[in-house]
RNA sequence: GCGUUCGUAGCUCAGCUGGAUAGAGCGACGGACUUCGAAUCCGUAGGUCGCAGGUUCGAUUCCUGUCGGACGCACCA
């Protein structure tokens, strides 16, 4: 379809320019890029549209007369174009209504072949994405998941348009937060491991991170002693490395569980402990070159108020790095281990600031690839009591709410008498969970900010992930019953495509054709944008395009058996796209529910 | 104070590079299970797209201003 449309777009573009030397006019069509092709509003009026407004002033004609033009210069063309598509002039647009048939054709290869997609614009493109980055002083929250999900789902979403992606984590494994939960437990821990308290590893690890403001109420030197903590670290005093080796590795096995049960995973690992000294040689190399300034305390700058941001610090006057420091080294680094054509950061946009300055700081500093890099700034998840604070006790535990989550629906489940269809309940309760979970985290814009609303994400019904994933089952169990049915009712592989096409080239069937037809699109303006909330949207527009298409259509109980065997093939096609998509939402697919 | 960002139906959100009557879901009301699974479907009600200007043949979409919310402007990460 996608293919389809270009080739239109191109004819159109050309008929244009006939137009245009027919006029006498050397300018002013613009170039191929300006001329929009859209989808009219109802199938009647055909299936691609070219709006002729813009024309108007050039041609000093009305768009309708435009339009009426364009279609009597297009229609003159040869088979070579017409045996795609009929274009016809509707008021001032110009409409195509395509040869169906090749699009059906097209469709229904999705039912015989895992690996269909073969609209790839974005291969050969390297595309690294960088998400999660997890402190190693407590487990996995809400906010969290979102991140996850985010980058998770962008990376597959990448894949699919054909890129080279390589998803990578940076675990934020050192520093005073991770010496307050190493204090805490060298006080109230008493050598304990995770399995004497029956907890997960990272929720162990997280209690004595809260424990830690009791222990500043009952010992005023606690902030000191943390301080003191983090120096014997960084001198590399071989007790406080063992505890904290022991602790991170509590902590970070935790954490992968967490991942693993949300379906997310990375190409590679790095460790703020092992990175974290790495920008301190670039920012030097840079004072050496006059990119930044050394200030008489010692401490070195760079100046960014020309670009409308501040004076930001790179080294202190002790020379150690911070924050901004350890992310260049650490852009660098991978640029040279994984030479990428993108890099996308998926950080909250609380964040947005020192990313706007981390890009300027490697553009002075010559790299040319600092405008690749991308910002992918994700709202804050609020919930309806407001905003997540730690010290509110007010902070969503991931695996707590995925638990819940999961009880409910194991619930529904049981409500509903379907315990016994679906084999392991529990098991797919975990997937509806997770389904309902993503789908929500996901169908919002990355940009806003948004509100997860525990009643309405735990109900079932509506705009939701269960709801794509029981049109996913219901398209299977047409699938069961039709090979149930005896040879007669199978669709046959042999049979050739264009007859088994031809069948289906009618109104009844189209609507659910075009929405099919219209993946590549969907796929290409969500990888492009970067939101795969495009793709959620397309999501439940085909799942609502399915549910009404086999309501209204028998497919076994047709009385006419070639349209029968037909449209079980289209059911193949709507069930391997809907898992396809839900893949790239990590919406887990299920064949029963 | 400066900067970034958001402001669409009672609520939660879509609306692709400006374009053909602004769309879903929830909630409300009324319907549909002897019919390929009702976690479903159909219908009704509900919007001066924060406000005011501007650009344009045309603006929810772009620009300016303004009001409201969120976030940021650390030798924290």
Redesign the pocket.
Same mark, same amino acid.
């Given at each position: 379809m996608t293919d389809i449309k270009r080739l239109w777009k191109e004819a159109v573009f050309a008929a244009l320019e006939n137009l245009a030397s027919a006029s006498g006019l050397t300018t002013g069509i613009g170039d191929m890029?300006?001329l929009?092709?859209?989808? $009219?509003?109802?199938p009647e009026?055909?299936d691609?549209? %070219?709006?002729? %407004?813009? +024309?108007?002033?050039v041609f000093k004609k009305s768009?309708a007369v435009i339009a009426t033009e364009m279609e009597r210069l297009l229609a003159a063309r040869g088979e070579e174009l017409l045996c795609h598509g009929r274009p016809k002039a509707?008021?001032?647009?110009l @409409?195509v209504f395509l040869h169906r048939v090749s699009v059906i054709e097209e469709v229904l290869e999705r039912g015989r072949k895992d690996d269909w997609n073969s609209y790839l614009p974005f291969a050969g493109r390297k595309v690294m994405v960088e998400f999660s980055c997890p !402190?190693t002083n407590k487990p996995l929250h809400l906010g969290h998941l979102r991140n996850n999900v985010l980058g998770e789902s962008l990376s597959r979403i990448l894949k699919a348009a054909g890129a080279d992606v390589k998803k990578v984590n940076l675990i934020?494994d050192?520093?005073? /937060?991770i010496c307050k939960s190493m204090l805490a437990y060298q006080v109230y821990g008493g050598g304990r491991n995770p399995e004497d308290e029956g907890l997960k590893s990272d929720h162990f690890v997280g209690k004595y991170y809260v424990l830690f403001n009791q222990l500043k109420k009952e010992d005023p030197k606690a902030e000191e002693k943390a301080q003191e903590l983090l120096r014997l670290w960084e001198s590399g005093d071989a007790e406080t490395l063992k505890l904290w080796k022991t602790m991170n590795r509590w902590a970070v096995e935790g954490i992968k569980t967490t991942y693993a049960r949300q379906g997310v995973g990375f190409d590679d690992y790095y460790f703020?402990s092992l990175t974290?000294t790495r920008g301190k040689q670039e920012v030097l190399d840079g004072l050496s070159r006059g990119v930044f300034y050394r200030?008489d305390?010692?401490?070195v700058w760079v100046d960014l108020e020309d670009v409308?941001?501040?004076?930001?610090?790179l080294?202190?006057?002790?020379g150690?790095?911070?924050?901004?420091?350890?992310d260049i080294g650490t852009a660098i680094q991978r640029s040279k281990d994984w030479p990428f054509d993108e890099l996308v950061y998926v950080v909250?946009?609380?964040? /947005? +600031? /020192?990313f706007?300055a981390l890009f300027e700081i490697l553009r002075r500093l010559g790299y040319s690839w600092s405008e690749n890099l991308f910002h992918l700034?994700y709202?804050?998840v @609020?919930l309806?009591s407001g905003?997540m604070k730690t010290r509110e006790g007010t902070v969503v535990d991931a695996d707590d709410l995925i638990d819940e989550l999961a009880a409910l #629906?194991q619930k529904?489940?049981e409500a509903?008498g379907?315990d016994s269809?679906?084999g392991d309940p529990a098991a797919?309760?975990e997937k509806?969970a997770l389904g309902a979970l993503h789908y929500?985290l996901l169908?919002?814009?990355?940009?806003?900010?948004?509100? +997860?609303?525990p009643?309405?994400s735990l =109900? %079932?019904?509506? @705009?939701?992930g $269960?709801?794509i994933?029981?049109?996913g #089952?219901?398209a299977?169990?047409?699938l069961r019953?039709?090979a149930e049915a005896g040879p007669a009712q199978v669709l046959q592989e042999g049979d050739a495509a264009e007859a088994v096409a031809a069948v289906l080239d009618n109104e009844a069937d189209w609507p659910l054709i075009r929405c099919l037809a219209s993946y590549s699109? *969907?796929l290409e303006?969500a990888a492009?944008?970067k939101?795969p909330?495009?793709m959620a *949207?397309y999501a /439940?527009e085909l #799942?609502?395009e399915f549910? #009404?298409? +086999?309501?209204? @259509?028998?497919?076994? =109980? !047709?009385p006419d058996p070639s349209l029968s065997a037909g449209?079980l093939q289209l059911v193949k096609a709507a069930k391997s796209t809907l898992q396809q998509v839900c893949g790239l939402l990590c919406i887990p697919f299920?064949?029963?529910?």
């Open positions: 890029e300006s929009v092709a859209e989808y $009219p509003p109802k009026l055909g691609i549209g %070219f709006p002729m %407004f813009g +024309y108007a002033k768009p509707v008021g001032p647009y @409409n !402190n934020n050192r520093g005073i /937060h703020e974290y200030d305390d010692g401490s409308g941001l501040d004076k930001k610090v080294l202190r006057k002790d150690t790095s911070i924050y901004i420091t350890q909250a946009s609380e964040q /947005h +600031y /020192h706007r700034a709202g804050l @609020n309806p905003r #629906a529904e489940i509903k379907r269809m679906v797919v309760a509806v929500y169908q919002t814009s990355p940009t806003k900010d948004m509100l +997860y609303d009643e309405q =109900s %079932f019904t509506g @705009n939701t $269960p709801y994933q029981y049109m #089952a219901r299977c169990s047409i019953k039709g699109g *969907a303006s492009r944008t939101e909330s495009i *949207a /439940h #799942a609502a549910s #009404a298409w +086999y309501r209204d @259509n028998p497919v076994l =109980s !047709n449209r299920l064949e029963v529910m």
